[in-house]
């Protein structure tokens, strides 16, 4: 989905948020994206490992234009600052239409309530414009910030995992939070091709 989709959507949906809107992670972006997780070290040690060199950064790129998946920037309306990233990955079609949403804030924006609304209109965009009817967001028991923003945003929980996630080293448990079409007040949209008729 490229970002005219993402312009269409929100111009459509001007009250879905009036603080943050959505682009995906291109090129350009490089300079200002190494800046911030040099700058957010510490805020994303130890739940999230992002690109940190030029190398790692254009292999995040090819991975998002290769795989389906979507790395989207949470970008503050005005300034068009990079207030942080949502990524939705693992999506899975045919009778699953799911996908699993990775997030972070970057820390000159952090703690501004900007993520919880880039994640609300992510969950919009991801049922209305790619036909999804299920997010699903992994979250480690002492992620507490990580916690709050899905419960905000209005996940529910469905379950725990053990040693779901290889992150920092080793294999950790899991919170599993999701949220299906059917809790959110989105626009009508035909199925997406790949479900099956019944
Ligand atoms: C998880 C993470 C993205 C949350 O970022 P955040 O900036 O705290 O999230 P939000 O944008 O929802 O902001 C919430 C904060 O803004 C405050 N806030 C201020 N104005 C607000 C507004 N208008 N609306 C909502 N919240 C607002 C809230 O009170 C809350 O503060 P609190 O935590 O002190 O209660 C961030 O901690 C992070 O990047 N962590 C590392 C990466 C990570 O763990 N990713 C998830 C892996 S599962």
Sequence with gaps: ???????VFLAGRPDTSRRVTLRHLAGRDQDEF???????????HPWMSLPSTPEQFQAYLARYAESGEESLLVCVRGSGAIAGLVNINSIIRGRFQS???????????AGQGYLSEGVTVVVR??????????????????????LKLVRRVGFRQEGYSPELLYIDGAWRDHERWAITTSMVDIRPTPPHPTLPER
């Design 1 to 7: 989905m490229n970002d005219a989709a993402i312009d």
């Design 125 to 146: 965009y991801a049922f209305e414009q790619l036909r999804l009817h299920r997010l699903e967001a992994q979250i480690q028991p002492g992620n507490h910030a990580s």
């Design 34 to 44: 190494l800046d911030l997780v040099r700058a957010s070290t510490q805020l994303h």
């Design 99 to 109: 996908g699993a949403i990775a997030y972070a804030a970057f820390a000159p924006s």
